[in-house]
């Protein structure tokens, strides 16, 4: 009985012990293994069995891409300028073992290598070129620090500058010079406007009397035209008239004398002819020369008319 129960506490000994050194690595994880104080082997994620009494975890180490803020760090540009800058670094662990074993204290490692990279690149810039090149310093520590941390296990895969604090003085004369220029570009801007402003006001102004005096010039042909028509129209009823009046005594004289046309019928009868082709379309009129007879003869007519 005594041997049964000293065999069961054996037996859970066993087991336990076997529980004991069963591991799980989650995910994004590796364990670092020793057995008797050196290194023996990584584990990845999944179950993992280690020897009891002779394997120990020596480091769990996270894959994960890491962040780290270090405080702002005095730096001294080209121009003899000192201003406080503060990084922002994004690493990641790719080699569990060299991370273990490679550097006693990696982040303060990186912190340091980050500072010294840091007053190297902007002590070769000056102020301005520093607050302008940001992507220039961010590339430059980016590439350093990776080189110089690949032994350690470590990817630094971004570098980005946080802060760029100036001395007071600075951030002062920069305030300055920033409103300067923005009521210098403000002036130009309000004389531009204005200028524009005039230019449509006078091209206006150019375009309203033109097309006054295109109404004006519209307006006095259209009258020159009327009072043409007027005319024209006031002469054709005076001929028409005149030839009427004529016409009737020529009728008259040919009754009273005999069939034969006298000079005077002729001359008539000529003069209703040119009457009718001044009527026409045609540009040119042929003016007869023995008009001055015909006259004559209007006039002697209507005289006698008269008595």
């Known amino acids: 009985m005594e041997a049964l129960i000293i065999g069961g506490f054996i037996v859970i000994f066993i087991v336990s012990i076997i529980i004991a050194n069963i591991r799980i690595v989650p995910q994004t994880k590796s364990y670092v293994i020793e057995r008797l104080g050196t290194y023996n082997t990584t584990w990845d994620s999944g179950l993992n069995f280690k020897f009891p009494f002779i394997d120990k ?19 001294i540009t080209k121009d003899n300028v000192t201003m406080k800058i ?16 490679g550097v006693a204290s990696p982040i303060i490692a990186i912190e340091n290598l980050t500072a010294t990279t840091l007053r190297n690149i902007i002590g070769d810039m000056e102020l301005d070129q520093t607050l302008t090149s940001r992507d220039i310093v961010n ?5 350093t620090l990776d080189e110089a941390t690949d032994p350690w296990g ?29 009521e210098r570009r403000e002036s130009i801007i309000i004389a531009e406007g204005d200028k524009r402003s005039s230019v449509l006001r006078a091209e206006g102004e150019k375009e309203s009397r033109i097309l006054q005096a295109e109404a004006k010039k519209r307006e006095r042909i ?14 054709e009823g005076e001929a028409e008239a005149i030839l009427k009046v004529a016409t009737a005594k020529a009728e008259s004289f040919e009754v009273l004398n005999s069939n034969v046309p006298k000079p005077e019928i002729l001359q008539l009868k000529a003069m209703n002819a040119f009457i009718e082709a001044s009527k026409g379309e045609a540009n040119k009129i042929i003016i007869p020369t023995d008009l001055a007879n015909v006259v004559g003869f209007l006039t002697g007519v209507v005289d006698s008319i008269k008595k």
Do not use: C, H, W
């Open 139 to 143: 590339t430059r520590m980016r590439s």
């Open 222 to 235: 259209l009258d020159a035209e009327a009072n043409k028509e007027s005319q024209v129209r006031i002469a």
């Open 86 to 101: 503060d990084t922002v670094v994004f690493y990641q662990i790719t080699d569990p073992k060299l991370f273990t074993y």
């Open 154 to 182: 470590i990817k630094i895969s971004r570098v980005e500058l946080k802060n760029i604090l100036p001395p007071k003085d600075i951030q002062e004369a920069m305030e300055k010079q920033m409103r300067a220029e923005r």
């Open 57 to 75: 975890i020596a480091k769990k180490v996270s894959l994960k891409e890491i962040v780290v803020d270090f405080p702002p760090q005095p730096v």
